[in-house]
């Protein structure tokens, strides 16, 4: 079964920082996908990845994709308050089951 | 565009009750998959459906079921509730099998088992 690991799992940033959020995962897959869940909300989603370097950018947040590495980064650059909330990762197999990963649950403090 | 409804948003249910969820899907929309988040934890995919068919499953038992009607609207059917299917049971729908287009949520249905 396909793996999906992301970390850290909890990370609480000043406003103004910047940070990365990993995700790793276990087999070839070069489908992946960056979604935001807010507490008591449904997931939206944020960026879609599919090729080996794809970077794609949405105001404050970037995505990359190393798909020999089978690694993904989101880099939160100088974070606001209106960012906390839980990122989800997900790849897909090759029979189109999306495998998310445990979340990475992120708080900007004033 | 109308995406994705579910209904109903919460619901109580005594262990060995059986419930059904239901999920209309954004228009144009012919998969729909279905998954179980627990509390503090990421969506784990139960299974989906396309034009009507089951084409994949994850490690759920078959007390799990569903159905995907001609207009793509589906349903989940969970038979003899264990207290462990308490969860946020989320319903994702997109065009196609492709991958270029992600998967849009509903808001979920809360279940709670008791």
């Known amino acids: 079964e396909l793996k999906v690991e992301q970390n850290p799992l909890f990370l609480s940033m000043q406003e103004g920082k910047n940070y990365t959020i990993y995700c790793n995962y276990s087999?070839?897959?070069?489908?992946l996908y960056w979604y935001r869940q807010d507490p008591g909300k449904s997931l939206e989603s944020l960026f879609v990845?599919?090729?080996?370097?794809a970077v794609k950018q949405e105001g404050r947040l970037m995505a990359s994709l190393d798909t020999k590495a089978r690694l993904s980064t989101l880099h939160i650059t100088a974070a606001v308050h209106d960012l906390s909330a839980t990122y989800f990762c997900?790849?897909?197999?090759?029979?189109?089951?999306?495998?998310f990963g445990t979340g990475t649950s992120l708080t900007v403090i004033p | 565009e109308t995406g994705v409804t579910q209904s109903p948003t919460h619901l109580i249910k005594t262990r060995g009750q059986q419930v059904t969820l239901r999920c209309s899907s954004q228009?144009?929309?012919?998969?729909v998959s279905w998954y179980q988040q627990a509390l503090g934890q990421g969506p784990q995919f139960i299974f989906q459906?396309?034009?009507?068919?089951?084409?994949g499953r994850g490690n759920f038992p078959p007390r799990f079921s569903g159905l995907q009607f001609p207009n793509y609207s589906s349903e989940l059917n969970v038979n003899a509730l264990e207290l462990d299917d308490s969860a946020l049971y989320l319903c994702?729908?997109?065009?196609?099998?492709?991958?270029?287009?992600?998967?849009?949520f509903g808001n979920g249905t809360r279940l709670t088992v008791t």
């Open positions: 994702a729908s997109r065009k196609g099998q492709g991958f270029n287009s992600p998967l849009h």
């Open positions: 087999t070839t897959s070069d489908r």
């Open positions: 990845l599919l090729s080996n370097g």
């Open positions: 997900a790849v897909t197999d090759t029979g189109n089951q999306f495998y």
């Open positions: 228009s144009g929309h012919n998969t």
């Open positions: 459906y396309y034009r009507e068919e089951e084409n």
